[in-house]
């Protein structure tokens, strides 16, 4: 009997603890239900506007912003250097100085071929060209005189020949020469040239070409005479004529300078020896610091090394290499930071290259550094520190508000109670900021809260500004929840 009890008694208990199991499960989930927000809360916002940069580093090289490369306008053994490496300058220094004797006595001789040519010399030059003209006269008219008694008191015929054959070439090159005036004249519309007139003239270059031809026969056939005693005294006379053509030149010349151009001359070669002798003294073009000596005592220096490079440091620049891109975002004055070994200082955009470097594909930049005594080494390299993309006065969004498909930007505006989504075209990013190009205006609102069922077209109601944010879909009061057993 008592067993009987026992396991009614235990059957009572189960069937107690399954009822309660039961009525858990059904109060949970009616609980869930009514849990369930009926409202998609949002908050939503017109955009805003402001300006916005882009910040991007590049390396640069420091380099002064005067520096100079000095040769010497001479060559020779170096006497005494001034100054060395890390030394500074003043403009007009002596830095060192040739041996000065082979100089010296080059303009001593200057000197004295001047005063020579300027005293006895300039006549005696004059006189001993005149004789030589006069015997060459003379070599010339024996030559004529024993070649036209050989042929019975005339002129020879292959003198002759040769004499019609110069005056035609000579006929034929005026000709070519009226020509090309013509047709130029008459391309540029001279009413004064007919193509008649043009021609004519070429009628007469057939003509005179036509001469020519002859009397290169003529003078072939007039060359074949095997006469072995004609032929010596034409060559006698063909001589002649050369020496004394060459004769009459050299006088020309010489007499043509009179004694002031003489002077001038000798003057001007005197000044030449003078200016390498001042050259054997090499000073500083530039007042700044030596950055490089290639030159010592007692060692050769010549015109085509370098022998000091001499830089400004109290104007210091950075140069820089950027792409196309870049290089369209910039402007001359625009601010700059350097970065180097810990110490930052600014700088100002002087020169932006409008070539490409053909080796790097880049743009060059060159900026000044504007900094007062900062310590700052020939070829150093750098960070530099620069606005690249700018932004101004700009339709600007936080960037939570932004969503994503495929890449392409959109966001949700709110729109007569109703999520409506909407493709954006976005610009410079910043650190919790986004420049809007296109796809919004000022007067949009643009809903800046996320929620699980925000999709477009979806019921939304904007709560007022201060409000509760919005929970997602499985939100749940803990104080609701069921107590445990």
């Known amino acids: 009997m008592k067993k009987a009890v026992g396991i009614i008694a235990c059957c009572v208990v189960v069937g107690g603890l399954a009822a309660i199991g039961i009525y858990s499960r059904m109060g949970k989930e009616e609980l869930s239900v009514s849990a369930q927000p009926t409202e998609i809360l949002v908050a939503a916002q017109n955009p805003t506007r402001g300006d916005l940069s882009k910040t991007s580093s590049f390396i640069g090289t420091i380099q002064p912003d005067e520096s100079v490369q000095v040769f010497p306008k001479t060559s020779g053994t170096v006497l005494k250097t001034y100054f060395e490496v890390g030394d500074t300058v003043q403009k007009g220094d002596l830095l060192y100085e040739f041996d000065p004797e082979l100089a010296q006595l080059q303009y001593n001789a200057a000197k004295i071929a001047a005063d020579t040519q300027l005293g006895s010399g300039y006549d005696g030059t004059i006189l001993q060209a005149q004789a030589a003209l006069q015997q060459a006269q003379i070599a010339y008219n024996s030559a004529r005189t024993s070649l036209r008694n050989y042929n019975n008191d005339t002129d020879d015929e292959l003198i002759r020949i040769d004499k019609l054959i110069t005056q035609t070439e000579t006929a034929i090159k005026a000709t070519e020469d009226e020509i090309a005036k013509a047709e130029a004249a008459l391309e540029a519309g001279d009413g ?105 005592d007692n060692n050769l220096s010549s015109t085509g090394a370098v022998a000091y490079v001499i830089s400004n440091k109290n104007a210091m620049t950075v140069q820089f290499s950027v792409s196309e891109s870049v ?159």
């Open 192 to 296: 004064r040239v007919t193509q008649d007139d043009i021609d004519k003239l070429k009628a007469e270059l057939k003509q005179h070409e036509t001469n020519l031809s002859m009397y290169n026969a003529d003078y072939r056939d007039a060359e074949d005479d095997d006469d072995p005693q004609l032929q010596s005294l034409r060559t006698a006379y063909k001589n002649a004529q050369i020496a004394y053509n060459s004769a009459k030149e050299t006088y020309d010349l010489v007499a043509g300078i009179s004694r002031e151009d003489a002077e001038k001359v000798s003057d001007a070669n005197l000044q030449i020896q003078a200016k390498q002798l001042e050259y054997t003294k090499v000073y500083s073009p530039i007042s700044g610091v030596i950055e490089q000596k290639n030159v010592s």
């Open 327 to 485: 290089i369209a975002n910039l402007e001359t004055g625009d601010q700059i930071q350097i970065e180097n070994a810990g110490q930052t200082m600014p700088g100002t955009i002087l020169e932006i290259s409008t070539a490409v470097d053909q080796s790097s594909g880049l743009f060059r930049v060159k900026a000044s550094v504007d900094a007062e005594n900062a310590l700052l080494h020939t070829g150093t390299t750098v960070k530099l520190y620069v606005t690249t993309a700018k932004a101004q006065n700009s339709i600007m969004l936080p960037l939570d508000c932004l969503y994503y498909d495929a890449e392409q930007p959109y966001v949700y505006l709110y729109q007569d109670g109703k999520a409506v989504k909407t493709e954006v075209t976005t610009g410079i990013t910043g650190e919790d900021q986004v420049e809007i190009v296109s796809g919004l205006t000022d007067a949009d609102q643009v809903i800046t809260t996320w929620h699980p069922r925000l999709t477009d077209g979806a019921q939304v109601t904007v709560q007022p500004a201060g409000g509760a944010a919005s929970q997602p879909d499985n939100a749940q009061d803990a104080s609701d929840a069921p107590s445990q057993p």
